[in-house]
């Protein structure tokens, strides 16, 4: 409790609180615009926080974090181009809530979720982050193995027309999922010799692509420009009706991400994906998603913003990053002479309050930020989209040529932009294709690594008891529809 | 210029650098990182500049590997060595309760049955690290469980999905501290300033050594009197504090930085010993 104070009095240090808040602001920025992620801000900001000192320079890195997580969703809401790949389910709802007028509704209900969503898992950083770190190591591949492809099971109800429709568009996702080295064996598969193919298929050009340039050519090719005019209620921000509504959605948000950042393999993109998965499977209102649902936007908030405290766990308690921007946070820390593992909650306890400390002050800060920003950001959506869209189009090719300098990206995420619009066109929802390409890898390759420790014995799955939970839960998913309807079908009979 | 995405570890050794670099040439320093192929990318990058100097790439084992695997990228022979910047030697670690309690029993295990190994993918540099340490120590084939990175392999050796990995220091420095891993002798020629009890492969007879080398070479056809200038000046920089503190932080090796003699042998020889390895694992065409 000492070490909590001592912790909490370090933010009473003007020039600390001085970092969080330009560590909020830059986090917000960067996080918007696609193409320069945090992690990437993170790295670029490294070698500046060295002169720092340990404390401020952690605190102004992990306000970077926070923010950036919640920044990507201004334009996944906005222009459907999340700024992060952890928005991009944020995009599936938010956008088309834009699309009905309701951007104000969708900015204010992220900022609300995302802290929410942030404050918990730090909360539950505080508490039980050595207790939760342990649960890492019970985690090896078969596990891994069985949450994704519960991830994956999920994938015929979200988006689209039809199951049928989803179903494909989750194949071809797992299709590209397949490109590029395979772990297991060393070799090359569907990269055509083409360099920029070896290491696979990128998400982020994917997702932009997908997202963004597709809405562009569906507008572009809607000849008969919608001249509609949005009312002010796009400046609209929540209220407490709304609030009411989406209370179930962004506590499961916030337990989905905190669970799933906890653990080293998984990151925010794939914990705001589960995050939606479940909150549609929860929510009351099930037909209003696909169409701009505010549930749909609070969930995966939280989740993605949820994941960042739990990511911050294996890092802290155990020195193994839980995603790409811990590991960086990671080597700034090591570089601090910071030695993170469990023994790091004994010796510098008040170091690590300090952490959590700033990464409270950060999320209250994006939450009032993001609050008081929402309407006038609202007003992007107003702007008529024959000046809109071919920013959008600037931002997308910068955004997937910027993480990896490639022109390899560029032609990526050019032709996701045609599929996206295929897309569209035909019925087709990019969410299952999205699920398929970000689990599909994680799903074949846990697979094989199982297979290779349990020495090419599928019953060696039956020794594993969290392997064997998630397959029943899974099971149950998938069944329970057909049951429920046979039920139906006896008792009327 | 690195093969490595922004924020890894060769990607930072290559910032640390920059640190004091401008200062020692009068030159301002950007990182290039292109990532794709391996090395592939970055050894097409800098062969498509000019050779002079002006232009370093910081290659790794992984260069090689892809060199050896692909003819058609620059070879050895295209490469100036100018100066080594890190060298990370490697444990072989086994967790807390492993049946292998020390050295003996590793070695009565490894002949007797194919021991799981963590590494990275098939064909890469752990690979070629585990088959030479194998070869060298008697055991039958490894078998190799492959992982995306040396945090998953700490996490599944404490998890016991693998009987034993090679791990540098510094990724496995919280699982040392606790005691959840063992370490059963490093793969250097000498010991460990930090782990003075833990004996070399070479003590125990086993004539392998293993480690993360990176180190900065120019283009073939770079003038000598601008290699010279680059060794001289890369060297000075990387003496500097922020440098070292780097290097002591991060557990890597205090004699890393060395001058392109040590450097071009230890290129050369790796270069040998992956190309047998890939070669008897039937990876090479």
């Known amino acids: 409790m000492e070490a909590f104070l001592g912790g909490l009095a370090i933010l009473a240090d003007p020039y600390v609180m001085l970092m969080v808040l330009l560590g909020t602001v830059l986090g917000i920025f960067v996080g918007a615009l696609p193409g320069i992620s945090g992690s990437t801000t993170i790295a670029l900001m490294l070698p500046m926080t060295i002169t720092m000192g340990p404390i401020a320079s952690i605190c102004f890195l992990g306000a970077i974090y926070c923010a950036a997580n919640f920044g990507g969703s201004i334009t996944a809401i906005l222009v459907n181009a999340p700024g992060d790949p952890s928005a991009s389910a944020t995009a599936l709802e938010g956008f088309k809530m834009a699309e009905k007028g309701q951007a104000g509704l969708a900015l204010g209900i992220s900022a609300i979720a995302s802290a929410i969503g942030g404050i918990v898992s730090v909360v539950v950083l505080i508490v039980a982050a050595p207790a939760l770190a342990r649960s890492a190591y019970s985690f090896g591949p078969p596990e891994y193995f069985a949450l994704a492809l519960f991830g994956l099971s999920m994938c015929a109800a979200i988006g689209g027309d039809s199951p049928v429709k989803n179903l494909i568009a989750a194949a071809f996702g797992l299709l590209l999922a397949t490109v590029g080295m395979d772990l297991t064996t060393g070799v090359e598969r569907f990269a055509f010799g083409i360099t920029e193919l070896s290491d696979g298929i990128g998400f982020v050009p994917v997702l932009i692509g997908l997202f963004a340039v597709g809405e562009m050519l569906d507008q572009a090719a809607n000849r008969h420009g919608k001249a509609e005019i949005v009312s002010l209620e796009a400046a609209r921000v929540p209220g407490r009706a709304e609030m009411r509504k989406c209370w179930r959605s962004i506590w499961l948000g916030s337990g989905i991400g905190t669970f799933i950042g906890a653990l080293p393999a998984l990151g925010a993109t794939t914990a705001a994906l589960i995050g939606y998965n479940e909150t549609r499977r929860w929510s009351k209102h099930k037909e209003e998603f696909g169409h701009g649902s505010i549930e749909g936007v609070a969930g995966p908030e939280a989740a993605n913003n949820a994941a960042v405290g739990g990511s911050m766990v294996p890092t802290l308690a155990l020195g193994i990053p839980g995603s790409a921007t811990t590991a960086i946070i990671l080597a700034g820390l090591i570089v601090q002479g910071v030695r993170p593992g469990p023994h790091l909650f004994n010796e510098q306890p008040t170091l690590l309050y300090a952490v959590f400390a700033s990464m409270l002050a950060a999320n209250i800060f994006y939450l009032v930020m993001g609050l008081s920003m929402a309407r006038l950001f609202a007003r992007i959506s107003l702007i008529p989209p024959a000046f809109l869209w071919p920013a959008v189009f600037v931002l997308s090719v910068i955004g997937a040529y910027g993480p990896n300098q490639s022109m390899g990206d560029v032609y990526v995420m050019l032709a996701a932009g045609v599929v996206g619009f295929l897309f569209r066109r035909t019925g087709f929802s990019p969410a299952p294709l999205i699920m398929g390409l970000v689990l599909g890898g994680m799903v074949e390759e846990t697979l094989k690594q199982s297979l290779i420790i349990f020495g090419d014995d599928l019953s060696g799955f039956l020794q594993r008891p969290i392997a064997l939970v998630l397959f029943a839960i899974t099971a149950a998913g998938l069944g329970w529809p057909l049951v429920a309807r046979l039920t139906r079908v006896a008792r009327a009979a | ?285």
Request: charged share 20%.
């Open chain 2, 1 to 285: 210029m690195t093969h490595a995405g922004v924020g890894g570890g060769t990607d930072i050794t290559v910032r640390m650098m920059m640190v004091q670099a401008p200062a020692e040439f009068g030159q301002e320093f950007t990182v290039v990182n292109r990532t794709a192929g391996s090395g592939a990318q970055a050894l097409q990058y800098l062969a498509s500049k000019p050779a002079d100097g002006h232009t370093l790439l910081l290659v790794t084992q992984t260069h090689l590997l892809s060199m050896l695997r692909n003819r058609s990228l620059p070879q050895m022979s295209d490469l100036i060595p100018v100066a080594r910047a890190t060298e990370d030697p490697m444990l072989v670690l086994v967790r807390r309760d492993s049946p292998l309690r020390g050295p003996d029993e590793l070695m009565s295990a490894g002949r007797a049955r194919s021991l799981r190994f963590g590494g990275t993918h098939v064909g890469g540099v752990d690979h070629v690290a585990i088959f030479a340490f194998g070869r060298a120590a008697g055991f039958q084939q490894p078998t190799l469980v492959p992982f995306r990175g040396g945090g998953e392999i700490v996490i599944n050796l404490v998890g016991g999905n693998i009987d034993t990995a090679l791990v540098n220091p510094a990724e496995a420095e919280a699982q040392l501290r606790s005691g959840e891993v063992r370490p059963l002798m490093v793969l250097s020629e000498r010991r460990l300033p930090s782990l003075p009890d833990v004996p070399t492969g070479k003590e125990l007879g086993i004539n392998s050594t293993a480690a993360t080398v990176r180190g900065y070479c120019v283009l073939k056809g770079t003038p000598e009197d601008r290699v010279a200038r680059l060794e001289q000046g890369l060297i000075r920089a990387m003496e500097s504090g922020v440098y070292k503190d780097y290097l002591r932080n991060t557990g890597q090796s205090p004699d890393s930085v060395t001058g392109r003699q040590a450097w071009g042998a230890q290129l050369t020889s790796f270069f040998e010993e992956g190309r047998e390895a890939l070669t008897a694992l039937g990876l090479l065409r």
